[in-house]
């Protein structure tokens, strides 16, 4: 990279660094949520498994095909009596 490419990366890097610092003022957190906290173990592992492809052999799936499917469904009724 030659030094006027170097300058503009520089310049840019600077550029973004003061719009995260100004942006960071004028910001409202009040709508947010944190939705986890992990480790970076923990997110590795997590990562891994979502990439992870769950891969089932022709066997496997013969052998789970065959097996009995039962449905349940429960019902519940209330009986209420309206009176005019």
Avoid: W
């Amino acid at each position: 990279m030659d030094k006027q490419q170097e300058l503009d990366c520089q310049r840019t890097l600077e550029g973004l660094e003061e719009l995260a610092t100004f942006m960071s003022y004028r910001s409202d957190c009040s709508g947010l949520r944190i939705l986890t906290i992990e480790t970076v173990v923990e997110a590795e592992r997590r990562e891994s498994a979502e990439r992870r492809a769950d891969v089932i052999s022709i066997e496997r799936r013969r052998r789970l095909k065959h097996r009995p499917i039962t449905i349940s469904k429960e019902l519940r009724f209330n009986d209420l009596n309206f009176h005019s």
